[in-house]
């Protein structure tokens, strides 16, 4: 069965912490995918990646950074941490184009005090 | 004027109604068009998957794309309290990098 993974479901962190979020697939997909969802704004991409150690930025690129050393492991990583990054953070993967089906995690529900 | 415009709701239905869930975008590229299911507290997963115009049937289910309106429908037929969720239309085009995502229709469906 797919599977898409985020290591951890609800994180509390506080201002200017650095904060990883873990995400694994076991599909052997070629690209990953990271979006935060939010209430009247939607799903929103911050970062993709076609292939293992390459990065392209989304729409909402600031404040976050991703790694990709592994083709079956990204990580999204907050340096500095907001409030404004309070968030629903949804991982996805999928094979083929980036246009094709994709397989999301079951989010990480990120809260910054 | 944004690329994918999806009316949020609310959407409150009873049981057996048939449900009509719409998005227009502005972008005549798209040629990919896609709707997913969420769930409370879930990822999204897909629902129904469509290249270019024309209509898809899957059981209760059935999208519909207007490429010469830029709007594409999901019915659901005889609706069930399973159906209560977020479903999002989906879009790309043939050069696409990502999906692109309308908001997000919340439906409930009670019984």
Redesign the interface.
Known sequence: DVK?TQSSRYLVKRTGEKVFLECVQDMDHENM?WYRQDP????R?IY?SYDVKMK?K?DIPEGYSVSREKKERFSLILESASTNQTSMY?C?SSGGT??G???????SRLTVL | QKEVE?D?GPLSVPEGAIVSLNCTYSNSAFQ?F?W?RQYS??????LM?TYSSGNKEDGRFTAQVDKSSKYISLFIRDSQPSDSATY?C?M???A????I????TTLSVSS
Do not use: S
């Open positions: 898409v995918f009247g704004l939607g799903l991409l993709f392209e989304g949804l996805a980036a246009t089906e994709l397989f999301f995690g079951e989010g | 999806q949020p990919y896609m997913y507290r879930k990822g999204p997963e897909l998957y999002l989906a790309a085009n043939q696409g990098t990502a999906l995502f309308g908001k997000g």
